[in-house]
């Protein structure tokens, strides 16, 4: 089962050295929608709060200040909670 990363206030360090601030920027309004990622994604959230549920696996609460990691391949439910803004990245 594909599974979610997730750190909880990464270093200013590790954010600068991976150039997270100028990735672009995505915006949702409290929503819930299914996703496939079909390449991994890395994503800062500046705003918001979000729960990802992947395919046969536990929920998982993200917030201001996480880090997270889905992988290439995740079937998941988003559930946007508060509006969420974030720097993404795929790969």
């Known amino acids: 089962m594909k599974e979610i990363k997730l750190e909880h206030n ?3 360090e ?3 050295a991976m150039d997270v601030f100028s990735w672009p920027i995505w915006e949702k309004e409290v929503s819930e929608f299914p996703w496939r990622y079909n390449t991994q994604e ?3 959230v500046l705003e918001g709060r ?4 992947p395919e046969g696996g536990e929920p998982v609460e993200i917030k201001v200040g996480d880090f997270v990691t889905c992988p290439a391949g995740m079937a998941c439910t ?10 993404y990245n795929f790969s």
């Not at 979000?50 to 549920?53: E, S």
């Not at 988003?78 to 720097?87: A, D, F, G, S, T």
């Open 10 to 12: 990464p270093s200013q």
């Open 50 to 53: 979000v729960i990802i549920t």
């Open 14 to 16: 590790k954010l600068d």
């Open 78 to 87: 988003w559930q946007v909670l508060e509006p969420i803004r974030k720097h």
């Open 42 to 44: 890395q994503f800062y």
